[in-house]
């Protein structure tokens, strides 16, 4: 079944460490993006990218990067830069040059570091 | 920047009951998309229903429709019979038509009581 899988579910790590966070799509969707998700705050874009090899920032990018090496992947990096790590994270994806297309995503990986 | 609003941070419906979920947002744009997501307690997004902005008729999506208003920059939403399931936080999304870039309210707590 096609879809998008993020790894792992829960991922705790100590302050002032680099973690970074899976997601994989099998849906041949070109753009793929990364949330973040905050009681009371909502989803807040970090970054996404519409094609491979190129990506945009986002409302929040700060402490965060990002690669796009393959269609299929991106891999979010939370560096010790980011204040207030600790969220959920969702990865999504869509066919992006379709403009309606909606997202489609994952489960999410609750960050937690201490 | 586009801005999405939902200004009631919780709502309970009885079940079998039609509620309504209120959503506004700021745009210059004049060609968009506007969504509606559903967040279950199992924290997956799951896409409920959109509307173009360039069409005047209301999406329908089974018990979901919305009342879109583009003078006034208005996009509620009506669940009708409300069901147990329907128990989730509810968010409103923004879209414009020249890029993929998804922007979120921050989201209503629907709780359906038995």
Known sequence: ?114 | AQTVTQSQPEMSVQEAETVTLSCTYDTSESNYYLFWYKQPPSRQMILVIRQEAYKQQNATENRFSVNFQKAAKSFSLKISDSQLGDTAMYFCAFMPGANSKLTFGKGITLSVRP
Not at chain 1, 87 to 112: D, E, I, K, M, Q
Request: hydrophobic share 25%; with cysteine.
């Open chain 1, 1 to 114: 079944d096609g879809g998008i899988t993020q790894s792992p579910k829960y991922l705790f790590r100590k302050e002032g460490q680099n973690v970074t966070l899976s997601c994989e799509q099998n849906l041949n969707h070109d753009a793929m993006y990364w949330y973040r998700q905050d009681p009371g705050q909502g989803l807040r874009l970090i970054y996404y990218s519409q094609i491979v090899n190129d990506f945009q920032k986002g409302d929040i990018a700060e402490g965060y990067s990002v690669s796009r090496e393959k269609k299929e992947s991106f891999p979010l990096t939370v560096t010790s830069a980011q204040k207030n790590p600790t969220a959920f994270y969702l990865c999504a994806s869509s066919r992006g040059t379709v403009y309606n297309s909606p997202l489609h995503f994952g489960n999410g990986t609750r960050l937690t570091v201490t």
